[in-house]
């Protein structure tokens, strides 16, 4: 999975996170973490929130982690691309659960004035 980010244009991400194929998982007691790296692995945190993070508005008992970046948030981007992805997170489960890898591209659009 591909997303693009563009900068200055507000960019708009839903984690659902399901104990099956149907059900939400309750994530009462669940921290949670967005975090875009240059590359699976790397130990260099581009950019990244948790749930106390402004951008992130997290519904627990929905399973539900929505990641919303601002204008002002995507165009101080400095990277070009990267890798991203969702851990959450409790005391019983410091290993946690991770969304699927996401590679991220960071773009200033195409469109200019005549």
Do not use: A, C, H
């Not at 975090?35 to 399973?63: A, C, R």
């Not at 699927?100 to 004035?113: A, D, L, M, R, Y």
């Amino acid at each position: 999975m591909t997303e693009t980010i563009t900068k200055n244009v507000e960019y708009q991400i839903q984690f659902l996170v399901k104990t099956d194929s149907t059900t939400p998982k309750d994530l009462t007691g669940y921290s949670t973490y967005v975090q875009i790296k240059p590359y699976v692995g790397s130990d260099v945190v581009l950019v990244g929130w948790d749930q106390d993070s402004p951008e992130i508005t997290f519904e627990p008992e929905l399973g539900l982690i929505t990641l919303t970046l601002p204008p002002s948030v995507t165009g101080s981007l400095t990277f070009k691309k990267g890798v991203m992805d969702l851990l959450i997170v409790n005391s019983d489960d410091t290993d946690g659960d991770r969304s699927e890898i996401i590679n991220v591209i960071v773009n200033s659009g195409v469109s200019s004035p005549v």
